[in-house]
């Protein structure tokens, strides 16, 4: 009988071996959704627990592999909008692709630049971040333009870490968020080790 320590050992042997063969973006892809991720994040919840309207405007910032950006083109629908958002090549490379093979005509890819997320001007009712805050540097200054791509009444979601070097306290998101001109509306409970956040602009 084979132990199930040795069956993902092999699973994980296979996919790296898989990764490596088909590149650096394979590699990229598989780190963003590596298995066992949707247990963890329970994506399906976030997506609802956001209530995005149909026909709104999502901005995925720093999208990555487009692990939420496609789920939110199916909330949104087709009279809506999603900005797939990021500055690696690799993964702009692989989003245009499943854009086009996958006809959605809804999701455009928009490369940022470290300091500008590059949206058009109150183009977004929802700009939503998952395991990214800790990469924008100076972040007081980067939500605070950040504002002026919202729509009335838009909100930003923050999904990230708690703790460690790829997290962020909760308690530093809200000030900083408060520092840039926004105000908490709600708070998810529901993820483990993430903290999930959603703010407004403040009057």
Do not use: W
Request: aromatic share 8%; hydrophobic share 40%.
């Amino acid at each position: 009988m084979t132990s199930t320590h040795g069956t993902v050992k092999r699973v994980s042997i296979a996919l790296l071996s898989l990764a490596l063969v088909s590149g650096c973006g394979a590699m990229k892809r598989l780190a963003y959704a590596p298995p066992g991720r949707d247990t963890q994040q329970q994506p399906e919840r976030v997506v609802e627990a956001l209530a995005i309207a149909k026909g709104s405007s999502v901005a995925d910032l720093g999208a990555g592999g487009g692990y939420f950006t496609f789920r939110f083109a199916d909330a949104v629908g087709p009279d809506g909008r999603v900005y797939a958002i990021d500055i690696d090549p690799d993964m702009l490379g692989y989003l245009r692709e499943r854009v086009s093979s996958e006809r959605r005509a809804n999701v455009e890819v928009v490369e940022a630049a470290p300091d500008d997320s590059r949206l058009p001007a109150s183009s977004v009712d929802l700009v939503f971040l998952c395991n990214t805050y800790h990469h924008v540097s100076d972040r007081v200054a980067y939500f605070d333009t950040l504002r002026a791509r919202l729509r009335p009444a838009g909100r930003v979601a923050i999904v990230e870490y708690k703790t460690g070097d790829h997290g962020t306290s909760p308690d530093v998101i809200r000030k900083e968020l408060a520092d840039a001109g926004y105000r908490e509306v709600k708070e998810e409970t529901f993820l483990a080790e993430q903290s999930f956040l959603i703010f407004t602009p403040s009057p």
